[in-house]
């Protein structure tokens, strides 16, 4: 156990739908980063916050959205859902907001879309 | 954009030989680190290369970090089934940039 939780594990739904993943971070970590994990794409950094704030954006659609909440703990949002959205979403955390932080992942919620 | 490319993509060794993986960033970056994940499973992380020339050893891991700071390499001496998964490196483009960028990983598979 790595100390950072992603609820769901899996979820399959349509296409159109919209679907929240949500994440809480290890005790003591303010960072939250969010990556999507394809077959074919590799590990794509799509957003992170710290401290409630917006710190670094990557490639995130403008179907997706996410934030960090007062408690710290983080949800993505994926709306209109396409079967290409298809994907292991992990969460992970750190102590600061530098790249110098190392990264602790959850397991991931692997979402799947028919 | 940044970017960072890591070769092969897949490595089929037998156990015992050697392995390893390069990473490249096509601009300097501010440190590079090292993650495994399993199959299955989630990235782990392994290591952090900040300095120019820099060499770290983790028993039979070997990490450098190149002298520009545009690439980094993983060398694993005498591989075993336990070394089976995907090793990523993450460039970390510093400034107001502030971005952890992984790359596209090489997948290692070790035959007994």
């Known amino acids: 156990d790595s100390g950072v939780t992603q609820t769901p594990k899996h979820l399959i739904t349509a296409t159109g739908q919209r679907v929240t993943l949500r994440c809480s971070p290890r005790?003591?970590?303010?960072?939250v980063y969010w990556y999507q994990q394809s077959l074919d794409q590799g590990l794509q950094f799509l957003i992170q916050?710290?401290?409630?704030?917006?710190?670094a954006k990557g490639n995130i659609l403008e179907r997706f959205s996410a934030q960090q909440f007062p408690d710290l703990h983080s949800e993505l949002n994926l709306s209109s859902l396409e079967l290409g959205d298809s994907a292991l979403y992990f969460c992970?955390?750190?102590?600061?907001?530098?790249?110098?932080?190392?990264?602790?992942f959850g397991a991931g919620s692997r979402l799947t879309v028919l | 954009g940044q970017q960072v490319m890591q070769i092969p993509q897949y490595q089929h060794v037998q156990e015992g030989e050697d392995f390893t993986t390069y990473c490249n960033s096509s601009?300097?970056?501010?440190?590079i680190q090292w993650y495994k994940q399993r199959p299955g499973g989630h990235p782990v992380f392994l290591i952090q290369?900040?300095?120019?020339?820099e060499v770290k050893k983790q028993k039979r891991l070997t990490f450098q970090f190149g002298e520009a700071k545009k690439n980094s390499s993983l060398h694993i001496t005498a591989t075993q089934t336990t070394d089976v998964g995907t090793y990523f490196c993450?460039?970390?483009?510093?400034?107001?940039?502030?971005?952890?960028?992984f790359g596209t990983g090489t997948l290692l598979a070790v035959q007994p």
């Open positions: 992970a955390s750190s102590v600061g907001d530098t790249g110098a932080n190392v990264l602790t």
């Open positions: 005790s003591g970590d303010l960072s």
């Open positions: 916050y710290y401290n409630g704030e917006e710190r």
């Open positions: 601009t300097t970056l501010s440190n």
């Open positions: 290369l900040v300095k120019s020339g």
């Open positions: 993450a460039g970390h483009y510093g400034g107001a940039t502030n971005k952890l960028i």
